[in-house]
C-alpha cells in the first residue's frame, strides 16, 4: 500500500501512525510496516555495513513465512518506543556469516554499535520487499533512536513518512473493496 501527499500525487512511503490506522480497517487483515536501512555492522565507522529491513510484528505474517531455525517477532517486541533488541538474521546471513550453525539462536550481532539477540532465522530466498536484494536480516520497526527513527516524535508525527506498507487483505474481501474502503 502506498500514500500519497495531495501535493505531489507519486506514490510514496507512509507515516508510523498512518499503519496503525490502516490496521484498524474492515478489510485489513494484517498490516506490516518495513523501513530499509544500510548500517554499520559492528561499531560506526567499522567499514563494513549490511542492509536489514526494520519490519513490524506482522510482517512475517503478511508474507505467510515461517522461520527456518528458532522464531519470529512477538508484538511486544516491536512496540513503539520500546522495542526490544531481537534481530531475525536472512537465511544467505545465516549461511554465509554463522556458518549454518544451530547455536546461532541465541547468539548476538552487533549493529550500529547495539547487541542484538538472534531469534530466528528467515526462509531460504527471502530478501528485502523493498528492492529484493539480499539483506543481513530483520529488526523491529519500534527500536528508539538512531538510524532506526523511533523515536517518542517520530512515531507520532504524520508528517515522517519514512514506512513502506505491506497488507493483506480479509477473506472475502476483493481489491476493489480494500482500495474503496483505504
Do not use: C
Given at each position: 500500500i502506498y500514500t500519497v501527499p495531495v501535493s505531489d500525487p507519486v506514490f510514496g512511503q507512509t507515516s508510523f501512525p498512518d499503519v496503525l490506522s490502516l490496521a484498524d480497517t474492515t478489510s485489513l487483515?494484517?498490516?506490516?510496516?518495513?523501513?530499509l536501512a544500510l548500517v554499520p555492522l559492528g561499531e560506526p565507522g567499522s567499514g563494513r555495513s549490511v542492509a536489514v529491513e526494520m519490519v513490524s510484528s506482522q510482517f512475517f505474517n503478511v508474507l505467510g513465512v515461517r522461520p527456518v531455525r528458532g522464531r519470529l517477532f512477538?508484538?511486544?517486541?516491536?512496540?513503539?518506543?520500546?522495542?526490544?533488541?531481537?534481530?531475525?538474521?536472512?537465511?544467505?546471513?545465516?549461511?554465509?556469516?554463522?556458518?549454518?550453525?544451530?547455536?546461532?539462536?541465541?547468539?548476538?550481532?552487533?549493529?550500529?554499535?547495539?547487541?542484538?539477540?538472534?531469534?530466528?532465522?528467515g526462509p531460504e530466498g527471502l530478501k528485502s520487499r523493498l528492492a529484493e536484494m539480499s539483506i543481513a536480516g530483520w529488526?523491529?520497526?519500534?527500536l528508539p533512536g538512531g538510524f532506526y527513527h523511533a523515536t517518542d516524535q517520530e512515531i507520532r508525527d504524520r508528517a515522517d513518512r519514512e514506512y513502506a506498507v505491506l497488507a493483506r487483505a480479509r477473506p472475502g474481501y476483493s481489491v476493489d473493496q480494500v482500495s474503496a474502503e483505504l
Amino acid at each position: 500500500i502506498y500514500t500519497v501527499p495531495v501535493s505531489d500525487p507519486v506514490f510514496g512511503q507512509t507515516s508510523f501512525p498512518d499503519v496503525l490506522s490502516l490496521a484498524d480497517t474492515t478489510s485489513l487483515d494484517r498490516v506490516a510496516a518495513m523501513r530499509l536501512a544500510l548500517v554499520p555492522l559492528g561499531e560506526p565507522g567499522s567499514g563494513r555495513s549490511v542492509a536489514v529491513e526494520m519490519v513490524s510484528s506482522q510482517f512475517f505474517n503478511v508474507l505467510g513465512v515461517r522461520p527456518v531455525r528458532g522464531r519470529l517477532f512477538s508484538e511486544s517486541e516491536t512496540r513503539p518506543g520500546q522495542a526490544e533488541h531481537v534481530a531475525v538474521v536472512s537465511y544467505e546471513y545465516w549461511q554465509r556469516s554463522l556458518q549454518g550453525r544451530d547455536d546461532a539462536i541465541g547468539q548476538t550481532i552487533r549493529l550500529d554499535g547495539q547487541t542484538f539477540t538472534i531469534i530466528g532465522v528467515g526462509p531460504e530466498g527471502l530478501k528485502s520487499r523493498l528492492a529484493e536484494m539480499s539483506i543481513a536480516g530483520w529488526v523491529p520497526t519500534g527500536l528508539p533512536g538512531g538510524f532506526y527513527h523511533a523515536t517518542d516524535q517520530e512515531i507520532r508525527d504524520r508528517a515522517d513518512r519514512e514506512y513502506a506498507v505491506l497488507a493483506r487483505a480479509r477473506p472475502g474481501y476483493s481489491v476493489d473493496q480494500v482500495s474503496a474502503e483505504l
